[in-house]
């Protein structure tokens, strides 16, 4: 089916064409057969790289061109950005893009002018909940990589998500993007939407597993020439020989490390001066970024063409390493399996290394078929590569049958909704009453049997009974015989986007502050208090921390606002000790200890840091609303810290950081220069500054200042990134 026969306003098809695109792939072709140019919901299961996304495009701008709006949901953030850079490419058709990643009690009312938003579905739901009025304008919705409803963490947001926005509007139209999985039927028939299988690809895919010298193919075998001191740099080796790129998926980020680092070794040797050069400048750009080992570790690897990549990376390291093995000049990367969650990232040859992976409950085990296919989809460009490989590995003989048996020639399993749980329904259930989605038991009810849960698994009653009770308990809820009704906590509970576990706990610490007499140190009982919270995931209690923990909650004994559980309560003092190792870390920041001594004294990468200090800034916000709310002593106090763990700086410096492109390094090093707050910069000679911080950066801060007399730089100030604002 031509781009040119499709009914869609002319100039996308010119859009489209002008890009290359002039042929539906088969896939795409049956959707549209299915009428979902026409309006009709689509759920379109199938492989990675098979043109997906473009459905969701083409539905999105057809609607648009019709005076709608159309909102797009991704699991991630990261791919939240990716998305939104490609939207933008839609500005000559008249379409504008927005992205939404602020904060979560914000209604971002400017995306009221945007045509399509991109979101993740924890951002959708907490404008659902902050009531954005432009939700109800929408007429399409996309759900990208809509399988992770099986997810535990995030899957019951998403169904909750889309039952909410399908109730706001019933002719919304539902375009879900799903990997193969076991039964896409039953999640087509629940969102009423036309279903389109299929295992077409691009470019040929052979699945296969690694045993003694050759690949196994199910028909097929490949003999692996070039030896190597193990099996994954022999099968590296093997395809950069033949000039592809390989990704390694390993199941932690330290094997994922070590990975990189032997084949960096090994693999030097074998490129050309060219390629070299080509490293020397990635390392180069990793460089202007490294502040920790981690980043110095990535960058000796990144000199020999291999990297790294997992979430313990920042940002501005990964969006590195994503573009240089785009560009080819970078030939490795060993990841965990983050990567494959939905990154376009393809590579000739997908190793994966570990098909098991570390479960609290039940040790190392086997993971999901459904996990194997996505790593395994990435083999492949589709235009560059003449066919992708992707490959296991088996120690022995019996491992080959079984690899070949469990993976390579298994279906992906059935998806099944999370939903069904007391954790997974307290904010749900929650919101629903706080936005007067429900205003009965009845309607509460009515309401979730359109969730996926009810649609698969049945009944949720029992589940939504246990959690009325918990949320009238803890005043959030007042019920009554015929209503339910929020609470001023419950609705503001809702609108902070928390766990209302989080905020009674929140709640119960700020009444036992209103009855301290004696002083206490504030900072380490606010820190404690909302590391102790569900919704900041405590810093595991290694042997070695028991020590010094002890120790540090001696001294603290007397700051602390949650009750000191009793050392013969095992699990509870446990997950007391690991809210004060939490608490510790924020403490350092806070402090201005630097990110490496934090990381290297905790053994974390600085991505945790920074995704631990998000969610501690957003829970120490929240404990700052729901003080004020009660009148609790502690208002000003959590204010103020929430802003110091925004930045990562002490008391003093607060005045100093208000100013733009000065964060933590640059605001100590003015105040230690003797400029302790902006009056005190007000007058001072722009190069006596800019011998402390360089000409533009003096000179920004100084018109921020009012000051007539210095040059403006239009210029994005490159160093910002590293070190000032984190956040
Ligand atoms: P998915 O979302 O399934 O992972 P994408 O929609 O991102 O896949 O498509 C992968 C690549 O294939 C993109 O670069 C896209 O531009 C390209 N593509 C999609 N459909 C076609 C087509 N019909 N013809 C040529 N290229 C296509």
């Avoid at 929240?622 to 004020?628: D, K, L, N, R, Y």
Wanted: aromatic content about 6%; glycine content about 6%; hydrophobic content about 40%.
């Amino acid at each position: 089916m031509k781009i040119a026969e499709l009914d869609l306003p002319t100039d996308i098809k010119d859009f489209y064409e002008a890009s290359g695109i002039r042929e539906l792939y088969p896939p795409q072709a049956e959707a549209v057969k299915k009428g979902f140019l026409d309006g009709k919901s689509l759920l379109a299961a199938i492989p990675t790289a098979s043109g997906k996304t473009l459905l969701a495009e083409m539905a999105m701008l057809k609607s648009i061109a019709a005076g709608g709006k159309a909102l797009y949901i991704v699991p991630l953030k990261a791919l939240a950005s990716e998305k939104f850079e490609r939207f933008r490419q839609f500005e000559g058709l008249g379409v504008r893009a927005g992205i939404s990643t602020g904060d979560y009690d914000s209604k971002d009312e400017w995306l009221k002018d945007r045509d399509i938003i991109v979101a993740t579905s924890e951002k959708t739901d907490s404008l659902l909940r902050n009531g954005a009025p432009w939700l109800s304008s929408l007429t399409v919705v996309v759900a990208d990589e809509v399988h992770l409803i099986d997810s535990a963490n995030r899957g019951p947001t998403l169904e909750v998500t889309l039952a909410k926005l399908k109730r706001l509007n019933p002719a919304l139209q539902i375009i879900a993007l799903s990997a193969t999985i076991g039964n896409a039927k039953e999640l087509a028939d629940w969102m009423k939407a036309q279903l389109v299988v299929s295992e077409w690809r691009p470019t040929e895919l052979k699945e296969g597993v690694f045993f003694g010298r050759a690949i196994n193919f199910s028909n097929d075998k490949r003999v692996i020439k070039t030896p190597g001191p193990d099996d994954v740099q022999a099968l590296v080796s093997d395809t950069l020989a033949e000039g592809g790129q390989c990704i390694v998926f390993a199941n932690t980020r330290k094997s994922s490390e070590s990975i990189a680092q032997k084949l960096a070794k090994s693999l030097s040797r074998k490129m050309t001066e060219e390629e070299k050069a080509a490293f020397l400048e990635v390392k180069q750009q990793v460089m202007r970024h490294a502040e920790t080992d981690t980043c110095a570790k990535l960058a000796a690897c990144v000199e020999h063409g291999v990297a790294f990549h997992h979430a313990g990376l920042k940002g501005e390291h990964r969006h590195i390493i994503e573009n240089a093995f785009r560009k080819n000049t970078v030939k490795v990367i060993a990841c965990t399996p983050t990567l494959a969650a939905g990154l376009n990232l393809p590579a000739r040859r997908v190793i994966i290394r570990d098909y098991r992976r570390f479960d609290v409950n039940y040790g190392n085990v086997p993971i999901p078929v459904l996990e194997y296919k996505q790593m395994a989809g990435r083999a492949g460009r589709p235009g560059l590569d003449p066919y992708g490989e992707a490959v296991l590995i088996a120690k022995n003989y019996d491992e080959l049958g079984e690899l070949m048996e469990n993976y390579v020639l298994s279906l992906p399993e059935q998806i099944t909704s999370k939903l069904g749980t007391e954790p997974a329904m307290r904010a749900h259930v929650l919101s629903a009453i706080a936005t007067d989605f429900c205003g009965d038991v009845i309607g509460l009810n009515e309401f979730m049997d359109t969730t996926f849960y009810a649609h698969q698994r049945g009944d949720l009653s029992a589940v939504i009974d246990n959690v009325l009770d918990f949320l009238e308990a803890e005043r959030m809820i007042i019920r009554t015989a015929d209503r339910l009704r929020a609470t001023e906590l419950g609705r503001l509970t809702s609108r902070l986007y928390i766990d209302p576990l989080s905020a009674s706990i929140i709640v119960r610490a700020l009444e036992a502050s209103k009855k301290r007499q004696e002083p206490y140190n504030t900072e380490m009982a606010l820190l404690q208090l909302i590391a102790s919270t569900p919704d900041v995931k405590s810093l595991y209690l290694r042997r070695s921390d028991y020590g010094w923990i002890i120790k540090y909650t001696d001294e603290h004994i007397s700051d602390f606002l949650t009750d000191v559980p009793d050392v013969g309560d095992e699990t509870d003092f446990e997950a007391f000790l690991s809210s004060v190792k939490t608490a510790a870390l924020v403490d350092m920041w806070v402090n201005e200890k630097n990110e490496e001594e934090m990381t290297a004294f905790y053994n974390i990468g600085p991505g945790d840091v920074r995704n631990l200090m998000e969610t501690c800034v957003w829970l120490m916000h929240s404990t700052a609303e729901i003080s004020h709310l009660l009148k609790a002593p502690l208002t000003r106090e959590a204010r103020e810290l929430a802003v110091r763990i925004d930045y990562g700086v002490s008391k003093e410096l607060m005045d100093l950081i208000e100013l733009e492109g000065v964060g933590r390094v640059r605001a100590r090093r003015l105040y230690e220069a003797g400029y302790k707050n902006r009056e005190a910069l007000k007058h001072v000679d722009l190069q006596v500054l800019a011998a402390l911080m360089g000409e533009k950066v003096a000179a920004k801060i100084l018109s921020q200042l009012g000051r007539k007399d210095v040059p403006v730089s239009t210029e994005p100030d490159e160093e910002v990134m590293g070190q000032s604002t984190l956040f």
